[in-house]
């Protein structure tokens, strides 16, 4: 029997979502092309180009330069890659806030630099003042988050970037999530706002792209030069990618989403899904339940784990945060209709809770 994909009609924890037409459509078209091997795939080399320019416009970058990653895990190990060259310490470190991906833990592990983590405030957002304490002379990146995966927050981008400045490190954003939400909003997140050397900013989330669409983003194109080796049997000279074949798919399809729905249905797609997470907050609140407020369209909410697993196994797809918390990201094929089918079956969840126990006696 042939497995089909799974549906996402319960699907409220995943960062990612069913492509836009055009952008699965473009996937489709240009499955069989490598943007890896741009002499022998000029086209989607040349929409890989294109990709670049509309990221750059979303992310405040005049002069963009950057590549289409296979995600976000990519575009942040070859961040810390591009500061851990750029450092003349021979022991570096990198600081980031305890909200920070574990795509990151990942990237310390492979290049050897030491990972310093540290608290976030009350606002689950990275606490300036352990940041200035942890920097040093040997370090090389500070990371900030635009959009945390567990509660949707900004970190103060800015001061992170006079941070970074003081003590000759770089500043790297992680707009994984965030990227195609936040010039909607007020916050200062992006290359325009701050000092910000380098951006993982991912079309196959919020921007509505095929799965593998990821973005790095670099300030200037020399940053590059730091990840680029030679291809001796290409025509192409070198290669600053971390996959050498890569997905003509995720790099068309990137480019469709954002020429069909930048700015104006990012924008209407950003007020939806803001206007159903705070639905949701509002709705679990009333039932008792504490709720992070949902700055961004995320949800984290303190549900017993009896309740999660039973809504799990009702088919919910939902996740929790490292502190048990529901976590629910209002992904753009998450509808309101699909929000309240989840809070109908939670509600019958805690009738049946509070239905006292038949006694024999
Ligand atoms: C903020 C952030 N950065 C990086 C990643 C990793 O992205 P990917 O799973 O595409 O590698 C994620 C994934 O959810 C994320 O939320």
């Given at each position: 029997m042939q497995i089909e994909p799974q549906a996402f009609d319960r699907v409220l924890s995943s960062m990612c979502t069913e492509p836009h037409p055009a952008a699965r459509d473009a996937a489709e078209r240009f499955l069989a092309t490598n943007p890896g091997d741009p002499g022998t795939y000029p086209n989607v080399s040349a929409l890989e180009d294109d990709a670049i320019s509309l990221l750059g416009e979303i992310a405040g970058l005049d002069d963009p330069a950057g590549y289409v990653t296979s995600?976000?895990?990519e575009a942040n190990i070859q961040a810390v890659r591009i500061a851990r060259e750029r450092t003349d310490s021979r022991t570096p470190n990198i600081v980031m806030p305890e909200s920070g991906h574990f795509s990151f833990q990942k990237a310390a592990d492979l290049l050897g630099v030491e990972l310093r983590i540290v608290p976030t405030d009350d606002r689950h957002r990275a606490d300036l003042e352990a940041v200035r304490a942890s920097v040093d002379e040997d370090t090389a990146l500070v990371i900030g988050v635009a959009g945390t995966t567990e509660y949707g927050r900004v970190d103060p981008i800015p001061e992170l970037g006079e941070i970074a400045q003081s003590s000759d490190a770089m500043l790297h954003v992680?707009?994984?999530?965030?990227?195609?939400?936040?010039?909607f909003t007020d916050y200062e997140w992006h290359f325009g706002h701050a000092a910000?050397?380098?951006m993982t900013i991912d079309p196959h989330k919020m921007g509505q792209a095929a799965v593998p669409s990821g973005g790095l983003l670099v300030r200037s194109p020399d940053l590059l030069d730091e990840l680029a080796v030679d291809t001796p049997y290409l025509e192409s000279t070198s290669q600053a990618t971390l996959t050498g074949t890569r997905s003509g798919a995720g790099v068309a399809s990137a480019v469709a989403a954002m020429e069909t729905l930048w700015p104006a249905?990012?924008?209407?797609q950003y007020v939806r899904s803001q206007n159903n997470a705070e639905w949701l907050a509002d709705a679990l609140e009333k039932r008792g339940y504490r709720v992070a407020d949902p700055t961004l369209p995320l949800v984290a909410a303190d549900v017993p784990r009896s309740t999660f697993d039973a809504l799990r196994a009702k088919g919910w797809r939902i996740s929790r945060t490292a502190t048990g918390e529901l976590r629910v990201v209002c992904m753009p094929h998450v509808s309101r209709e699909m929000l309240a089918s989840f809070i109908g079956d939670l509600d019958r969840l805690e009738v049946r809770a509070s239905v006292p126990v038949a006694s024999d006696d």
């Open positions: 995600g976000g895990t992680d707009a994984a999530w965030g990227g195609f939400v936040l010039p910000v050397d380098t249905g990012y924008r209407s």
